[in-house]
Antibody, heavy 121, light 107 residues
Framework: QVQLQESGPGLVKPSETLSLTCTVSGGSISSYYWSWIRQPAGKGLEWIGR???????NYNPSLKSRVTMSVDTSKNQFSLKLSSVTAADTAVYYCARVRYPTYSSIWFDPWGQGTLVTVSS | SSELTQDPAVSVALGQTVRITCQGD??????ASWYQQKPGQAPVLVIYGKNNRPSGIPDRFSGSSSGNTASLTITGAQAEDEADYYC??????????FGGGTKLTVL
């Protein structure tokens, strides 16, 4: 079955760019949507954005000015860059596959295990 | 508005039935999906679409929807069902929305 694994630095300095990669195994990354979701400690889930394997993207309006997502189908990976980070961006970051079979039905499955990113000097 | 609202906490006696709700205007047009999250773990999909369970999810979990409210029902709650539950849907712009989460306690 498809499995996802996040990777990247666990510590990022304020004002710098957070960079994470999600590696997809057990299946092809092609012809699916993929998302990033984050969760600050003790808080709820926040959708960051999604990317299709063509490169088409949708970002959370509240983060749009700082987010860039990309996909590398040759490596079965997709990536997240979040610029100008502050302590408020400290969170567990998850990647997930988006299932979007119809206009009215959409869900995330499976999810990666998550990776903690701390923003601190 | 583009928001999903959940009760912060709900409790249920062992073996009883509990309903967790999610309210939002987008739910009039789009189905909700539901996720279970236990401490230190990634969320797990439990309900999607009209009322579908992924493989491996017990049939005591079910979903329903009416108007602007989606519900997750656990019929015969077990101790292992104690967790945080999140609803998710989309808005008309294609953005995803998460509810604030409901902490379920099984007494």
């Amino acid at each position: 079955q498809v499995q996802l694994q996040e990777s990247g630095p666990g510590l990022v300095k304020p004002s710098e760019t957070l960079s994470l990669t999600c590696t997809v195994s057990g299946g092809s990354i092609s012809s699916y949507y993929w998302s990033w979701i984050r969760q600050p400690a003790g808080k709820g889930l926040e959708w960051i954005g999604r990317i299709y394997t063509s490169g088409s993207t949708n970002y959370n309006p509240s983060l749009k000015s700082r987010v860039t997502m990309s996909v590398d189908t040759s490596k079965n990976q997709f990536s997240l860059k979040l610029s100008s980070v502050t302590a408020a961006d400290t969170a567990v970051y998850y990647c997930a596959r988006v299932r979007y079979p119809t206009y009215s039905s959409i869900w995330f499955d499976p999810w990666g295990q998550g990776t903690l990113v701390t923003v601190s000097s | 508005s583009s928001e999903l609202t959940q009760d912060p906490a709900v409790s249920v006696a062992l073996g009883q039935t509990v309903r967790i709700t999610c309210q939002g205007d987008s739910l009039r047009s789009y189905y909700a999906s539901w996720y279970q999250q236990k401490p230190g773990q990634a969320p797990v999909l439990v309900i999607y679409g009209k009322n579908n369970r992924p493989s491996g999810i017990p049939d005591r979990f079910s979903g329903s929807s009416s108007g602007n409210t989606a519900s997750l029902t656990i019929t015969g709650a077990q101790a292992e069902d104690e967790a945080d539950y999140y609803c998710n849907s989309r808005d008309s712009s294609g953005n995803h929305l998460f509810g604030g989460g409901t902490k379920l306690t099984v007494l």
